[in-house]
């Protein structure tokens, strides 16, 4: 399988974040590439470096007022006398109205969720990567390639049109599930992060043409607490093209391969020409989130359940963080779904 990925991805540095109220290392790190290129690579991909696709297929999912934001947001940020070297916000908006704030402190809270996605130098230039690999893998399987991985970094899935989030800036799957929509009459967005993909539900929420599945641990209790519920189900034109499948904390390999059943009678219903994969790998049970349980042969599992459903797929990674077995984690993926999708075509 094709891989996508470009050095830049690697130079965003997040410092800092802010966990029940404490300074901690943000766990976003650059080193993460280093075990996903190594577990592509085992899992037999071939990686290529993305070609600059510009600022067009980015555009088609978020707001020019954002993406004005993220790419000049730094600079403006460091002209403010004793600013930290982050932009990292400090006030958010409580509902919005349709004023926007002037000050690059008040955009920074219009345009960040959480004190999880810092900004600094090279954040711009790391995150057009990371979506320009999501955007090649989706050409790639749109031209005919049974299926492609995006290794993006930083990731997506908490970023909605505008507003970025939990590590992500541009939101990667969305922008490759309407990459696919360009010859797709219908797309669906299978998340099998840890973590409730609440930005790319916000993007296509009102959309019947892209169904969005999230599998993920409950946020009753767990981030992002204000997404995930079993009860949103979309809105207006999008209502019943949203399904959200909460686990219980701890849940392992045979909860979640139940819940990817359902999931799977969804889409099937659904019948899409094309699948993204939102891959997060932080459901593992040694992952530093620690959410849920599943293991690296259940990764294998996860893959090759999805593999069967023998669609066009762009697999984008998400989110899973730094521990021994996180290139195995992904070539466990990888090495399942490619064994059953190469039978079910
Ligand atoms: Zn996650």
């Avoid at 998400?318 to 992904?330: I, K, P, R, V």
């Amino acid at each position: 399988m094709k891989a996508y990925y470009a050095d830049e991805q690697k130079r965003h540095d997040p410092k800092a974040f802010l966990s029940s109220g404490a300074p901690q290392p943000n766990p976003e790190q650059p080193e993460r590439v280093e075990r996903l290129k190594a577990g592509a690579l085992a899992a037999g991909c071939s990686i290529e470096r993305p070609r600059d696709l510009g600022l067009g297929p980015i555009a088609a999912v978020h707001t020019p007022e954002y993406l004005d934001f993220l790419e000049h947001i730094f600079e403006r940020w460091q002209r403010i006398e004793g600013a930290s070297k982050e932009v990292i916000p400090n006030i958010h908006p409580l509902a919005r109205t349709g004023s926007y704030p002037a000050s690059a402190v008040g955009q920074a809270g219009y345009h960040m969720a959480d004190t999880a996605c810092p900004i600094s130098a090279d954040t711009w230039n790391s995150a057009l990567w990371s979506a320009w690999s999501a955007v090649d893998a989706a050409e790639a399987v749109l031209s005919a390639e049974p299926a492609a991985y995006a290794l993006c970094r930083p990731p997506g899935h908490h970023a909605f049109a505008d507003v970025a989030g939990g590590f992500c800036f541009i939101n990667n799957s969305a922008v490759a599930a309407q990459v696919l929509r360009g010859r797709a009459a219908r797309v669906a967005i299978l998340d099998v992060d840890l973590h409730h993909g609440n930005g790319t539900q916000g993007i296509f929420y009102t959309r019947p043409d892209v169904l969005t599945v999230s599998i993920h641990a409950d946020p009753v209790r767990f981030y992002p607490f204000f997404w995930g519920h079993a009860d949103e189900r979309g809105e207006g034109p999008g209502l019943g093209y949203n399904l959200n499948l909460p686990l219980p904390r701890k849940s392992g390999d045979d909860a979640f391969l139940e819940a990817l059943h359902t999931a799977f009678r969804r889409i099937r219903s659904f019948a899409p020409d094309a699948l993204v994969i939102a891959l997060g790998l932080d459901a593992f049970e040694g992952d530093p989130f620690g959410g849920l349980s599943v293991s690296t042969p259940g990764f294998a599992r996860i893959g090759e359940a999805i593999g069967r459903l023998g669609l066009p797929t762009v697999i984008v990674q998400e989110g899973g963080y730094l521990c021994d077995a996180l290139g195995a984690n992904l070539t466990s993926f990888l090495s399942g779904f490619g064994a059953s999708h190469h039978q079910s075509r």
